[in-house]
């Protein structure tokens, strides 16, 4: 429900342009979930539940639906670049607390950027290009920063062509579903089988812990919120629509799936839906899907790396990074030291990490992050907005960090390993950023993240 509705786009003045509608902020959240993860996923899935790879779908969407709760409260009370970084300071008052916070979501949003990398430079691209694996990966994460830098209107511009492309993959296999069951080849039944001597209760949630991370993307929306129009009454909308549409692909994708291929050759593929597409036998080139593989990859990394460098850029505006990071372009507003800066930690990580590795790590982070926010939502409701604001029900929040808790205890030792050294280099970014060396802001300079009011940039731009 909503207190109160604010028209127009003065929730607050702000730096940034702008220029992301509701109909584009819902199709940058329904881009960033319909990931390049569903395209692997559904195999790993189909080795827990069998057939029934739609259940697990609903589970992991409603544990999802518990957190939006949370960021849509929150985006619209505080609406504000820096996310769950703002959210942590105002609820904890630890400038630490807010910037782990906040380098969590950084860096789950860059480690998540350099996997995207090495999947679009691996088997999807080499069924056009027979390139090196690492070079093709740095050259893709430098067309992605480009794209970034020229501005917010263009990106979203671009993200909206590749989630038509990603979406119409997806709707594709559903649609061979249908023609494979219309024909009398397709199994329906498959659909409610689980491997012998797994229990449903236990099947569907181990499986529901794996399709979380199909749905994981929602959080980058928030980083956004000082460049939506009329955000405190489109985010909550856009947010939850967009989660609702992709479950509900999700689900049907699931039931194609199982009606095409048995459990049993979903679960031993690496490429279970593009298997889908040559079992159909539709006459669908390879090379047709695989194509729209990469577009899906693509806009994964564009939309993870608009909230890293936004996010670097909020920080920075608190303080809780080096001041230099919230430099801005005067005509075209956009971050351009963040965005070069996170750029080069990603290329950093195709380098050192894997992509299993670099996975389980953005869910962990995240996780973190989801647990921060969640609990920043119960400690902020003594806080009054001036304005109206989306308000969740109070037993939301609390089964959604009954939900992390949960997810967070399934994590392998290894993956706490990894994101420890993370978090270690956080730490060390913290106590930098509080050196005296970077001096006091340059009033006069308008790309000083302290520097003239809105209105004076608007005047040089």
Known sequence: MTDSDESGDDAGTTRLRRAVTGKLLFLFILGDVLG?????????????????????????????????????????????????????????GSPLVSFLVGYCMLAAGVTSAAGLSLAFAGDYLGVFLDVPATAAALVFLLLI??????????????????????????????????????????????????????SVTSGVLAAALLAYYSFVGFETSANMAEEVRDVRRVYPRALFGALLVAGAVYVLVGLAASVVLAPGELAESSGPLLDVVRAADAGIPDEVFSAIALVAVANGALLTMIMSSRLVFGMAEQGLLPRPLGRVLPRRRTPWVAIAVTTAVAMGLTLVGDLATLANTVVLLLLLVFLSTNTAVLVLRRDRAEAGHFRAPVVLPVLAVGSCLLLLWQQEARTWLFAGILLAVGVVLYLL???????????????DPTGPEPKAIEKVA
């Open 36 to 92: 390049a993860g569903i395209y692997a996923l559904f195999g790993v899935i189909a080795g827990e539940v069998g057939g029934a790879v739609w259940a697990p779908m609903v589970v992991a969407l409603l544990l999802a639906l518990l957190t939006a709760a949370s960021y849509a409260e929150l985006v619209t009370k505080y609406p504000r670049a820096g996310g769950s970084a703002v959210f942590a300071e105002r609820a904890y």
């Open 145 to 198: 920063a480009l794209l970034n830098a020229r501005g917010i209107r263009e990106s979203m511009g671009a993200n909206v062509v590749m989630t038509v492309v990603e979406l119409s993959g997806l709707l594709l296999i559903i649609v061979l579903g249908a023609v494979v069951l219309g024909r009398g080849d397709g199994d329906l039944g498959r659909a409610t089988e689980f491997p012998a001597g797994v």
């Open 433 to 447: 950023a509080r050196a005296p060396w970077w001096g006091p802001a340059d009033p006069t300079d308008p790309t």
